[in-house]
């Protein structure tokens, strides 16, 4: 229930309020360099209180390796990542103790489970994500190494679109404090989450991400295809409630000549696609093309104005806009999309060398 | 990689031009009585040549249980059921046995394993899915008896969407050829996919799904959420390019406020949600509400049209329109995204079951 | 539950009494070239009915492949095997049907699923081994081309014990109908069996085994080590009671410096241990050397005398003398021992492909 | 690989010398008490330094919970454990940096995996099985709820074996420094023990054990079956050579009608077997008997006398007696076969609920 992957395989455990929220990757290749400056910084793109526009809690998010290196590198063995917690305020939730929040996750963990840790969510806390994010670090070092990218990006809040598409973008102009790699469209979106902040309000966006020069032939066919794996990851993000990869829901609209991705071969003599709706995946396995996808996430749950709602006894009962929390989620949610694409290459980048082809 | 599922576990297997499909279902409760009329009709619903609107090809899709049962009932042992091949015609396909067709399988198949069936797309056929209609039909039986029912339908072909809410819809009328249980849209369909069949062209299309009367409580924190499931299900379906579930991508535009589900206590003292964007699903587990989601479908890919491509060697080749297929393959598609929900359904409904409380 | 293997899967299905015995392997690496000739020789040489010495049953066991291959060899996508069952005689059954046969799993299956098949045991039959040779010869056809062999022979019937260790045995003298490769102890062995068999009464014994040139390194740490693998594909194996490798049980009775393999470097360049009280394992890792093994059978719990029972109801009852079973296990044993430990092998050969070391 | 079980899944980490040693347990039921003093006192039954016997390194083992609980009880969600490391004295290690150890796993972890921590093992050594204990001791917690108890013990120390069937000993006088639960034995164990550690030398001896009252119905067959799962278990702790249960390797010279086990009712109207030389395991599945095995545990492989060996390069070494290590592992390896039991029995009750049977 708490791992993903399969050869390349995280195990993530914590709480919110508890001690700290870790990780245990299983399956890293041995001889990989853990360079821990790179790791800081992917938590710092996720971490609380790194801008006006997201929530003001504030959490070092410093990494503690407990296991799996030995002189700086990957030795083969599980790799254990630790994060303590540190502003935890734990006093903030007395009040919500025996309330359903609206739209959370405890009414449904008071069910399944009795006992449920309340304080900031506990398990169900995006707080998680961190753990995602420091596994998703690793990921990503090992997929430089063979020369992967993943760029995420935000392309939309409330109804505010990016009109571009990714090939026109600049990433190197990405890393605002919206991660939106277009000025004029960041500026747009940071005004209206200020101004829905400021009503006590939240806003849902989209998340889009891009992956470049994935190898021919990673994915599995039938029920593992490459985009099923992906969208499941996405999908397991807190907040999400969408995913579509290459045309997506616009390709329902298209005609199979329009739709379809003729071969032609380039240049290099490299067997390629003219375009490009495929999203770089044909029959659930990478193609060699791009591989785009989109993620929606839904407006924040937590606002800072009173609810109705029922408690434990289902009781009506008053819910106030109390804590600190984001007002849109998607700039923090960026380098989670990337962390969780970089664990599904990587998983299926490791799956695939165990594909042996007899006589070749 | 053709395994889905954890205590409800299916093994698919076959090709379109082989022996045959056949399906291994482990983990299948003891004594579920097994309805071959029900099996025999959920597979009708799927197999080719039943409208106008299909494709030609004929199969009698006729299912043949090789174990797991003992007088009518399920024994707790595996159930294996198997789908010979009739209308296999492989003669058709020699012309393409080096062609990659645009926006198929076959170039990524090649790739990846080097020794392809290409007789109709070998193994990447949708083919595959009547093993899952088999073995989703198994799963239906068992939501059946803890009154769980799963209704999909057509919501759109091309730019013809229905209109209504799933909750104004009267399924009662569904199963018309086109699945849209609504005449006046369906009679809209049909025309269309017969013009665009008449063009030797295809189109995409949704299939739309609610499943009512979960228990709360289905679904696993964290990586496994219920939704992650039904969306890697149902991404896992050929052809299909998107899934969203509760408000999906419309529902980033709503502000929290507006987005969030309050809870009430309802007339008979049960904990409802006034509204319902989350789809039935709070935090990755069922709440109780009714469960809804969209699947896309991209237009299919074999046209009755020239394209251009390129073979084997990169050389560049012509793929002539031949075959028979389906001009547009959502009303096929409604009972396998319909197997896939019961597939998940059945499988967390017994995943929760080994989860004990203590003192409790 | 019926699937064994994490690379290399086998998913297994059937009944003693049923349509007949089947297997999908999952993960079998494509361009194997699919030697019917082969399978068909190991499936004769587990198939009933075979010599004086075991049951007079008689199955043809012969084997149909259902998917997966395409001109003769392996696609890399799920191979799906078939064994029709034929003699199977279900009116000898009936006497059984309420009774729980002594030392079989009558009791257990009825009291687990409620709804079993009792002709012959069902599931819980050794006649579901049929379909472990069956994929354990795929297995053993992989290996083959790696250059990896495999040999189990009977080394104890009852207190006749072969004296030599297995570097003094010829193999190729093994296939009497014993499978015992000495043959002094195997006349004494058959002479004992046949001896036992007109008592109406059975006999348990031994199968050993060796494998032979295993690259250095297959095996996972921690619990997935290559002989923990080993032992519990050997104890799945019906009547199987124990399993010991390397020095085994006799080991725990020397001193360290007895017992510790000490490491040269060969005449190859090669470093290779003087002994192998290691049994070719270190760590859980192969190192190289002879892996062997040893795997006790109780004798089979049908006799041909009258023994005291119960009922479904815990009334006493007599259990009659009847039906068609051999009286010693080990011979036909030899092949599913074989074909458990290719199984093994193969999936961490597969495995092991998966791990990659940066920069080597 | 670092991962064991189904449904109550543990994942361990950590190396001899690094930070320490944890363990991830997902799965773990909801509501179950955290006896911390029943967590510290099996951590101390397998601590270093407990007695004369014993090695001399000191750790305190003391345990730290990262997650997972909420007001003293579990919540349900991945209880995480760990326990740092103190008595490191790397330096002792630098030595065998670059020199194979006979019989341990520095060649097999060198050849696969290039970057090893050679420090005391790293995670090859048993230091890891701290992680087990105290996975094993939650499970113990949850076992004890129902009622099953797990005895082990040292029935074997080199020849000195402990001639009494379990049914006749005292469990109440086990925990003596030597875990055998006869005073008489215990004492020669030890003064041989100490005998051996003076010559600088270890032996090998076995650990048998006890499962009382489990339910009847645990176990999955065909190749999860009981036995099975716990060789596995067994075989993957450290020095392991064999697994035997019931009547083991000695049952093989049985005929069957003196090796079945005949069923009766008892006086509480309850079946049971005569016999029990199926040790409460009848076709993979327990039936209520007690569940009874013996594990083999190898000589320790550190030395404190001078061997042979090779180096990285295969050039002749010597490799010194050096080091803090146990001269015969089975006092401490007792309460770690009681862990492993403690997580298999306890995977398996819980893998059971899931088994639903319809209309019963």
Redesign the interface.
């Known amino acids: 229930?708490?791992?993903?992957g399969h050869?390349f395989?995280i195990?993530?455990?914590?709480?919110s309020h508890?001690?700290?929220?870790?990780v245990?990757i299983?399956?890293c290749?041995?001889?990989?360099?853990i360079d821990l400056a790179f790791l800081a910084s992917e938590m710092k793109r996720r971490k609380p209180g790194q801008s006006k526009i997201t929530t003001p809690r504030k959490e070092k998010d410093e990494i503690?390796?407990?296991?799996?290196t030995?002189?700086g590198?990957?030795?083969?063995?599980?790799?254990?990542i630790?994060i303590p917690n540190q502003d935890q305020n734990s006093g903030d939730y007395s009040h919500i103790a025996t309330k359903?929040r609206?739209?959370?996750?405890d009414?449904?963990?008071e069910?399944?489970?009795?006992?449920?840790?309340y304080r900031g969510g506990?398990?169900?806390s995006a707080r998680?994500t961190a753990a995602r994010v420091a596994a998703g670090a690793i990921a990503k070092l090992?997929l430089q190494?063979k020369g992967i990218s993943i760029q995420g990006y935000v392309s939309?809040?409330?109804?505010i679109t990016l009109q571009k598409e990714y090939s026109e973008l600049d990433f190197s102009k990405k890393e605002n404090i919206m991660r939106c790699p277009n000025e004029e469209t960041a500026t747009k979106m940071i005004e209206f989450i200020e101004k829905?902040k400021n009503?006590g309000?939240?806003?849902?966006?989209?998340v889009s991400c891009v992956i470049k020069t994935v190898p021919?032939?990673l994915?599995?066919?039938?029920?593992?295809?490459l985009?099923?794996?992906l969208?499941?990851?996405m999908?397991?993000i807190?907040a999400v409630?969408?995913?579509?990869?290459?045309?997506?829901?616009e390709?329902?609209?298209?005609?199979?000549?329009?739709?379809?991705?003729?071969?032609?071969?380039d240049e290099n003599?490299k067997?390629r696609?003219k375009t490009n709706?495929?999203?770089g995946i044909?029959?659930?396995?990478?193609?060699g093309e791009d591989i785009y996808f989109?993620v929606?996430?839904?407006?924040?749950?937590?606002?800072m104005?009173d609810?109705?709602?029922?408690d434990n006894e289902?009781?009506?009962t008053t819910v106030s806009g109390k804590g600190r929390h984001d007002p849109c989620v998607v700039p923090r949610a960026v380098p989670i999309v990337e962390a969780m694409a970089a664990l599904v290459i990587t998983d299926f980048y490791?799956?695939?060398?165990?594909?042996?082809?007899?006589?070749?």
Chains 1, 2, 3, 4 share one sequence.
């Open positions: 229930m708490n791992t993903f050869i395989r195990t993530t455990f914590g709480e508890g001690e700290g929220i870790g245990v299983d399956g290749p041995a001889g990989l360099e503690k390796i407990l296991s799996g030995f002189e590198k990957s030795t083969g063995t599980p790799l254990a630790f359903f609206p739209s959370h996750a009414y449904t963990y069910k399944k489970y009795g006992n449920r840790d506990g398990r169900s998680e090992f190494s939309q809040v409330g109804n829905v009503e309000d939240t806003i849902g966006g989209v021919v032939g994915g599995e066919p039938v029920f593992d295809k985009h099923a794996e969208g499941k990851a999908l397991s807190n409630k969408g995913f579509e990869y290459g045309s997506g829901f390709g329902v609209k298209l005609k199979g000549s329009e739709h379809n991705d003729e071969f032609y071969k003599g067997i696609t709706h495929s999203g044909q029959g659930g396995i990478s193609n989109k929606a996430f839904k407006p924040v749950a937590t606002l104005k609810q109705e709602s029922v289902g009781n009506k490791l799956r695939q060398k165990s594909h042996e082809r007899i006589n070749s």
